[in-house]
Nanobody, 123 residues
Framework: QVQLVESGGGLVQAGGSLRLSCAAS????????MGWFRQAPGKEREFVAV????????YYADSVKGRFTISRDNAKNTVDLQMNSLKPEDTAVYYC????????????????WGQGTQVTVSS
């Protein structure tokens, strides 16, 4: 299996920046892509960004395009999410996840998840 551990969350004012990191270990060779999802209280988990593990292709939710950047370091087995121009509506628990599937925007296609890191953006 794959183990994922997120870090870098915290409290930031609107307009500020945070950088999240996800450290992966275990049986990573079968991973097709690594993604970031978020979930606010009372809402469903939603797609944020994803990167192809091999080719490096990236895809983003419309709500974060131009503000967030996902990147991966295959040698270090890490995936980062640089978040700029943060808004209060970005407040959520952010999860790192791994998938073997080519369907990249649906949470149900991801088989391994981290425990999440809290991001709070104040106005």
């Amino acid at each position: 299996q794959v183990q994922l551990v997120e870090s870098g969350g915290g409290l930031v004012q609107a307009g500020g920046s945070l950088r999240l990191s996800c450290a992966a270990s275990g049986r990573i060779f079968s991973t097709y892509a690594m993604g970031w999802f978020r979930q606010a209280p009372g809402k469903e988990r939603e797609f944020v960004a994803v990167v192809r593990w091999s080719g490096g292709n990236t895809y983003y939710a419309d709500s974060v395009k131009g503000r967030f950047t996902i990147s991966r370091d295959n040698a270090k087995n890490t995936v980062d999410l640089q978040m700029n121009s943060l808004k209060p509506e970005d407040t959520a628990v952010y999860y790192c996840a791994s998938t073997r599937s080519a369907i990249l925007r649906e949470p149900k296609t991801y088989n391994y998840w981290g425990q999440g890191t809290q991001v709070t953006v104040s106005s």
